[in-house]
DNA sequence: AAGCCCTCCAACCGCTTTGTG
DNA sequence: ACACAAAGCGGTTGGAGGGCT
């Protein structure tokens, strides 16, 4: 069976918008606010569908869009999301305020991806063009405070490998390719504040080391010789009560 | 000036996920 | 548990505009 049509196709218009509709659709979101987009339209005396609507206006209307060119640690900044979590362009741009999935993307298309090849990158895979894809060594991601198993399989069952020195436990090793599938969820407030274990020898990694910024206030790791006493970290510089990384999961 | 090629980006399409009854 | 509707997401397309020959 197929699926319904999103909307009458045939009493819509299509291609380019035009400013008597932007004008239409800006103005009774300001009057009714953003929701109901299937009977947005007609409400609004839209020959759109409600896709298109939405779409319009949350890639190009909206009024706290940052529009023009990107600056280079917006790049920086998307390059190292784009390795953590893949073509997840609304969660890249949900760490780039003013920012839309949709310009994102096209701009990783259009411009990173270029960058990269012309550093001898992988854009897919984030490694030098030449280097054989098990070469190299494994580098741990430790989220920090997780290193007990109780806690560590709460990882585990969200789908995150990690590296734990315990005998008699396997000893989970990062994935090469993290293919992260991530969702959103409430911040875990309990292990936020357990102090954070090194794990004896083992050199891990916080996101903060990951994401190439030791030294910073927020690294948990030791490495980069960042304070202990964070007991969380900024997952690229948002340490919010809302999204940490604790409330990203993995399918 | 004309034609071609390339780049950029807005918009579309189809699929997945989420919410609701 | 299931079906359906609505919303969200990511891949792709097509047209406008600019550069080059």
């Not at 405070?145 to 109780?150: R, V």
């Not at 560590?152 to 069952?157: A, E, L, M």
């Not at 891990?204 to 910073?216: M, P």
Request: aromatic share 6%; glycine share 10%.
């Amino acid at each position: 069976m197929g699926r319904s049509p999103c909307c009458e196709k045939a009493h819509t218009n299509k291609g380019a918008w035009t400013k008597e509709e932007d004008d239409r659709l800006i103005a009774y979101i300001r009057a009714h606010g953003e929701g109901c987009w299937r009977s947005l339209p007609k409400a609004a005396g839209l020959l759109r569908c409600g896709k298109s609507c939405r779409l319009r206006w949350i890639n190009y209307l909206r009024p706290d869009l940052k529009r023009g060119n990107f600056a280079e640690e917006e790049d920086e900044l998307i390059i190292k999301l784009h390795g953590l979590l893949g073509n997840k362009w609304s969660l890249i741009a949900g760490r780039l305020p003013g920012r839309t999935d949709n310009e994102i993307k096209n701009y990783w298309n259009t411009h990173i991806r270029r960058k990269l090849l012309s550093r001898g990158i992988d854009p897919t895979t984030h490694r030098p063009i030449n280097e054989p894809a098990s070469a190299g060594e494994v580098t741990t991601i430790s989220f920090a405070g997780s290193t007990t198993k109780e806690e560590s399989d709460k990882f585990i069952t969200a789908g995150i490998n990690l590296n734990i020195k315990e005998e008699s436990s396997p000893v989970f090793e990062r994935c090469p390719d993290l293919n992260l599938e991530l969702r959103i969820s409430p911040p875990y407030q309990q292990q936020a504040q357990e102090p954070l274990k090194t794990g004896g020898s083992t050199a891990s990694l916080c996101f903060a080391c990951s994401l190439g910024v030791q030294n910073s206030k927020d690294c948990s790791c030791n490495i980069g010789g960042g304070s202990s006493s964070n007991s969380g970290y900024d997952f690229v510089g948002l340490k919010t009560g809302i999204l940490d990384y604790r409330s990203l999961e993995m399918k």
